[in-house]
């Protein structure tokens, strides 16, 4: 699809939430019941077969899974390539796993359908209807990306049927050789069995004739208590690369006459360039040229040299002038236009229930809490500063990028060049991180613009980490206010929650797709306060778009990352106020969701909560339902001599089925670290139009000796399947804020909360 | 100028490489972009994130903040550990622990932990801290680090 058509058909575009662009649902049926073909037919070795778009076996027993979503650490690739493994009767050591290419074959569905304004609990006739409508736009749009927590979820069903349909059409094909009963076959460890004459086959032998059959209309996936590698913790498919060095990520690719560069955008934000001098960069050794990189998103210019060193020297060589940015130049300012959102923006209500102006009308002072919270833009900062390598020649583009959205890749990276998006291929190689950074798409098509200036050979983009941190598109920075008015149980009668913060999509949108205007509420602001599993008869969550058009996109858990920090802040306050155990006010205001209550209880259990601590500890709690995942943590603070340690992390977690232990744990942990990481020091400010931070020595992440223990307990009892890559984070930070507030008296509503307390 | 002043030798894994580079080019992109070793990951540049960490002469060092003239000693990668194939039994230990995720910091985190091992066979939590909080995770794996080193440090005590 070209550009222009998708901006025809979303024109008609009649909802957008964080997950990205649904419409044209009439035009979209014809094309939703017309499958995708498979990508993988056009790459087959000689001798291969490719039985559905995930499965390719060799006649030697090369097996191959694609697991078509982004490995950025969350494990992906190896739960992926599970759940087909299940099913195909293959070990997971047999198999060789691919990310495979960019298809639309493989849409991610879910991550549209989570986009809907809905919460997750929600199951009403209108929400499923919402969901499965989404559901279609995305494979409509086919759009294969990965996001929201959503891979497994989404592969449950696709990928185990993939592996099943190739099961049984490799059991047909040896019926047909043995001119027995497909039924009467035994498969294992990529072998057929015929247990009446012992005759057996291995997967290799039987590929060619197996993939010409149809698989059964009707095949029955396996219950869970026939699963041998789902549920159990597996051992990564990526580990070893990892612990060796291997070159597998995007900085590491290297093709014949590849060429090196770098690029410097314009700190102020979207800012034209005013002028360039090269002269100096020009004579300096190993430098081929500097070009100029002109698009929506920003504007700069790149160096092009034998060496990334070389080209980063060069281009701090080249003098630049430029355009200034459309947003206030200081934080100060930025505050203050995100205040008067507050105060004046026109609120869209993501919940309201009962009726708030009355409650609060007639409301006795002293029965009120009010409180006003803030947090910062923050950088998503990967290990892996962005990149991407590219090749444009004879007409055909070639994409070499740690991504989380190849089809998004291919479609802008093409048009940037001005080719079809038929020809362009993007390699998805291993992501140094994510985090949502990699679901924008600017660096790849920055590699495109300075790929068609170097006569066909291939460049790789590597980014300074300082541009890395200038350029990113931020979470964004966020104030609420809150009023609660309580009864005479301590307990909350009215609740009136206002958020404002600069709309994600609505930054993404234009970016990348300038005919679209995006419309409607961001639900992306509100999440986290306005769809959390809480009864209050009169409870208001209005989420408030802020006009600053500094870039912001998605980070680890989005709107949640800020909104978990809101609320369970701010109900940690009411059960002060109230005189209510946190813990106890939770398991009153959420009694309708035993899985809320479950977790609750769990990390109770698990954090000894309520027994007393010794002199200079103390605990904090928070629950946040995202992604599907409902999580209650407990964190422990010490004071070692007027500074705090973070000494323990307890997280009870509920995503209703696991598919590994260890990596569902794994990621609990990331998400978790992750969230304090920003809590103890993380701040992006801006002077003079720029961002001031630039590196690591003044954006720190949580070091290893700033690290608590973390305990994650698993339970199995939701009955919709939820996520695991983010529902850690949002309730880490309030946790902590919380169990500080519970050591020192101080209540911090402003992010960092190094600001005012110093950590260990 | 003669060759033998823009020309320097370095000694990688035990071989030796003559090198055209300017002398001031830190030693991580000279392995990276001409020696073509890209175990040694870039993350900061400035000594700040320990992804480029490499040995020279044993010790570890940040390669993006050494340059190619100041190498005097052999040095080592993470290509250079594994002997005949087999893992280092720090590199085992992170799989037995399954520690990495995205994978990026790892090659660093495991040079800096085998030097931490090297010099205190039986390292305590505060040894580890101490050792290790240059190399920064953006993935939070620490508490599998912290794992996998005493698993290293028990499996060589035990050898
Ligand atoms: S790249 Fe050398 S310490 Fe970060
Ligand atoms: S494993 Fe991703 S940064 Fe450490």
């Not at chain 1, 359908?113 to 409508?133: K, Q």
């Not at chain 1, 993939?211 to 396996?222: D, F, G």
């Not at chain 1, 991407?388 to 802008?412: C, E, F, H, S, Y």
């Not at chain 2, 030798?9 to 392995?31: C, F, Q, R, Y």
Request: with cysteine.
């Amino acid at each position: 699809m070209t550009m222009a058509t998708l901006g025809k058909i979303a024109r008609r575009t009649f909802l957008i939430g964080t997950g990205l662009v649904a419409g044209g649902l009439a035009v979209g049926y014809y094309y939703y019941r017309k499958p995708y073909p498979n990508p993988l037919e056009d790459e087959l070795a000689e001798g291969e077969a490719t039985f559905n778009p995930y499965v390719k076996i060799a006649p030697d027993n090369t097996i191959t899974l694609i697991a078509p979503r982004a490995e950025m650490g969350q494990g992906v690739s190896t739960t992926l390539a599970a759940l087909v493994a299940e099913e195909l009767d293959v070990r997971l050591d047999q198999v060789i796993v691919e990310h495979g290419p960019a298809g639309h074959a493989y849409a991610n569905t879910t991550m549209l359908e989570e986009g809907v304004p809905f919460p997750h609990f929600d199951e009403s006739t209108v929400a499923e209807l919402m969901r499965s409508g989404m559901a279609v736009a995305g494979k409509f749009l086919g759009l294969q990306g990965t996001g929201g927590s959503t891979s497994i979820v989404d592969g449950f069903y696709k990928m185990r049927q993939a592996g099943a349909a190739a099961r049984e059409v490799l059991k047909l094909a040896a019926a047909k050789r043995l001119g027995a009963e497909p039924g009467s076959l035994w498969t294992s460890d990529g072998i057929v069995t015929d247990p009446a004459s012992g005759t057996t086959f291995t997967y290799g032998e039987l590929a060619q004739e197996a993939a010409a059959l149809a698989p059964p209309a009707e095949i029955r996936l396996r219950e869970k208590s026939e699963w041998k590698i789902l549920g159990k913790p597996q051992a990564r498919i990526d580990m070893r690369a990892k612990v060796t060095g291997a070159p597998i990520f995007g900085i590491d690719v290297r093709l014949p006459d590849m060429l090196f560069a770098t690029l410097r955008m314009n700190p102020y934000r979207g800012g034209p360039i005013a002028s360039l001098d090269d002269a100096d960069a020009m004579k300096m050794r190993g430098v081929l040229k500097v070009v100029k990189v002109e698009t929506g998103i920003a504007n700069g210019y790149a160096v092009i040299a034998d060496n990334t060193w070389r080209a980063f020297q060069a281009a701090d060589a080249v003098k630049a002038e430029w355009g200034k940015g459309t947003y206030p130049p200081d934080s100060a300012g930025i505050r203050q236009a995100l205040e008067a959102a507050l105060k004046e923006g026109d609120a869209s209500y993501g919940r309201d229930d009962g009726n708030v102006e009355t409650a609060f009308a007639d409301a006795p002072r002293e029965r009120i809490v009010e409180a006003d919270y803030g947090v910062p833009y923050l950088a998503h900062a990967t290990m892996e500063p962005m990149n991407a390598t590219a090749r444009l020649k004879d007409g055909r583009l070639d994409i070499w990028a740690p991504n989380q959205m190849p089809t998004m890749v291919r479609q802008l990276a093409a048009a940037a060049v001005g080719i079809e998006t038929a020809d362009c291929f993007v390699h998805t190689t291993y992501l140094g991180g994510g985090f949502g950074r990699r679901g924008d798409v600017d660096y790849a098509i920055y590699a495109a613009i300075v790929a068609s200036k170097t006569e066909g050979r291939p460049v790789q983009v590597t980014w300074t980490r300082e541009e890395d941190m200038q350029q990113d598109m931020y979470r964004p920075a966020a104030l609420g206010r809150f009023r609660a008015r309580l009864g005479n149980d301590g307990l909350p009668v009215a609740v009136d929650m206002r958020i404002a913060a600069p709309s994600i999509i609505g930054s993404i949108l234009p970016r990348y797709f300038p005919s679209i205007s995006p419309i409607g509420p961001d639900k992306s602001i509100t999440d986290g306060s306005a769809n959390q599993p809480y009864t209050i008869a009169n409870y208001r969550v209005g989420g408030i778009k802020a006009p600053v058009s500094i870039p912001v996109g998605f980070w680890r858990s989005v709107g949640n990352s800020f909104n978990g920090f809101f609320h369970e802040g701010f109900m940690d306050e009411i059960a002060v106020a109230g005189g209510l155990d946190p813990l106890e006010l939770r398991r009153k205001l959420m009694a309708a969701y035993p899985t809320a209550v479950n977790v609750v209880d769990k990390v109770g259990a698990m954090s000894r909560w309520g027994e007393k601590l010794p002199p200079g500890t103390a605990k904090g709690f928070a629950f946040t339902l995202s992604f599907g995942t409902w999580v209650a943590q407990v964190v422990q603070v010490a004071d070692v001599g007027g500074r705090i340690r973070i000494e323990k992390v307890w997280c009870a977690a509920d995503p209703g089925q696991v598919m590994d232990p260890a990596i569902f744990e794994a990621q609990m942990m990331s998400g978790i670290v992750y969230g304090l990481s920003s809590a103890i020091g993380e701040e992006i400010t801006f002077a003079d139009g720029a961002a001031e931070q630039s590196n690591f020595h003044d954006y720190t992440p949580m070091r290893i000796h700033q690290c608590p223990q973390i305990e994650v307990g698993i339970l199995e009892t939701a009955h919709r399947m939820g996520g695991a890559g983010e529902p850690g984070t949002p309730p880490s930070i309030p946790a902590l804020a919380n169990a500080v507030h519970a050591l020192t008296g101080k209540r911090i509503r402003s992010m960092p909360l190094s600001k005012e307390v110093e950590f260990l | 100028m003669t060759l033998e002043e823009t020309t320097m030798k370095l000694n990688v894994n035990g071989s030796e490489h003559e090198i055209d580079v300017e002398t001031e080019m830190p030693l991580l992109w000279a392995l990276r972009d001409e020696l073509d070793i890209r175990g040694p990951k870039f993350g900061c540049g400035i000594a700040q994130c320990g992804a480029c960490t490499v040995f020279i002469d044993g010790e570890p060092v940040r390669s993006c903040s050494v340059t190619v003239g100041e190498v005097s000693g052999a040095v080592t990668t993470i290509e250079g550990l594994a002997a005949d194939g087999r893992l280092h039994p720090v590199q085992q230990a992170w799989i037995d622990e399954q520690v990495a995720q995205c994978g990026y910091c790892q090659a660093g985190q495991v040079m800096t932990a085998i030097a931490l091992l090297e010099a205190i066979p039986d390292p305590t939590d505060a040894d580890i801290d101490n050792a290790m909080s240059g190399n920064l995770c953006r993935c939070g794996t620490y508490p599998r680090i912290r794992a996998a080193i005493k698993r290293a440090a028990s499996a060589t005590a035990g050898a």
